[in-house]
């Protein structure tokens, strides 16, 4: 045994830039919480020192780390043992050490799936269909959550198709990939209307949709978490619609990770969450 093993373990974010990530925040709150010896920091990784960086993870006193942007498809290649889940996804953000091995999964459709199930009991009940904006990294981990959970159709609304069609080769005829003005088309037969895109997040062009053909019934979920509440939520809102917003996405992904690293399985709460809210709140103004 080193002095390294036996000192509290330290975990990292790696990404470029990092200094936004609230991750720190998430992990700080839950070593507090749970009264753990162990540390959580960030990590700026230019992506040509990438390889180095994780071959000596372990000499750095890591003992694993989340990966995000730009990282999080490069780091498959260095990892040694990489979870069905990851490799679906093409990408992993939780790294973590386990018989010496560097093990990679993806927790983003975890996370998706159980602020779903914490935020809205019960939404895949009927399951049926979805209609998923956006045909990026996030959407896929959607796509792969909604397919789990047995929705048989999902509609793909995408500016670029050949995204989507992509997205339609790797999950298969359940996806429909379809363009912007085919929305108003999909929207009434829609349980679950999913918003992956970067638009309506702050600094970014507004999302701009019609849910009035929508059945009363949809609930509709943004993932974008800044601002909480974005135009897309308080259009559903003002129309009548349950919605669940985009932050407990971020909590619930980071829960994995912290019991690999920390040995504890921390617990998503509102406690956590409003330190969340204040945060974003106090980014806005
Ligand atoms: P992530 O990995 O977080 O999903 P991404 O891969 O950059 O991020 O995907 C962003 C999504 O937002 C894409 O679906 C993108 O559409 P395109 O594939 O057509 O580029 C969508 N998006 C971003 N800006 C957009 C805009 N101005 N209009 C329409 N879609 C936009």
Not at 118 to 135: H, I, N, S
Not at 216 to 228: N, Q, R, S, W
Request: with cysteine; proline share 6%.
């Amino acid at each position: 045994m080193t002095d390294l093993v036996q000192s509290a373990p330290r975990a990292c974010i790696i990404g470029h830039p990092v200094a936004h990530s609230r991750s720190p925040m998430v992990h700080g709150f839950w070593l507090k919480e749970l009264s753990l010896a162990g540390d959580y920091t960030r990590e700026d990784v230019r992506p040509e020192d990438l390889p180095g960086f994780i071959a000596s993870l372990r000499e750095r006193g890591y003992v694993g780390a989340n990966v995000t942007v730009p990282h999080k498809e490069a780091v498959l290649g260095l990892a040694d043992v990489v979870s069905e889940t990851a490799r679906a996804m093409g990408a992993a953000n939780t790294l973590w050490f386990e018989d010496g091995l560097l093990h990679a999964d993806n927790t983003d459709v975890t996370g998706f799936l159980a602020n779903l199930d914490e935020r809205a009991p019960g939404w895949d009940r009927r399951a049926g269909t979805a209609t998923v904006l956006g045909a990026g990294g996030a959407a896929r981990a959607v796509i792969f959550g909604l397919l789990a959970r047995g929705f048989s159709t999902i509609h793909l609304v995408n500016r670029n198709e050949e995204r989507s069609l992509a997205l339609k080769a790797a999950f298969g005829p359940a996806v429909k990939p379809c363009g912007w003005d085919a929305l108003d088309a999909a929207l009434p037969a829609t349980n679950l209307l999913v918003n992956t895109t970067s638009l309506g997040m702050s600094g970014q062009p507004p999302l701009v949709v019609d849910l009035a053909p929508l059945p009363d019934t949809a609930l509709v979920h943004d993932i974008v978490y800044i601002p909480l509440t974005t135009g897309l939520l308080s259009a559903a809102r003002a129309r009548g619609l349950a919605t669940v917003d985009g932050l407990g996405m971020l909590l619930h992904q980071a829960v994995p990770g912290f019991s690999h690293w920390f040995g504890r399985t921390p617990a998503v709460t509102e406690d956590l969450r409003a330190i969340l809210v204040r945060d974003i709140e106090r980014a806005a103004a």
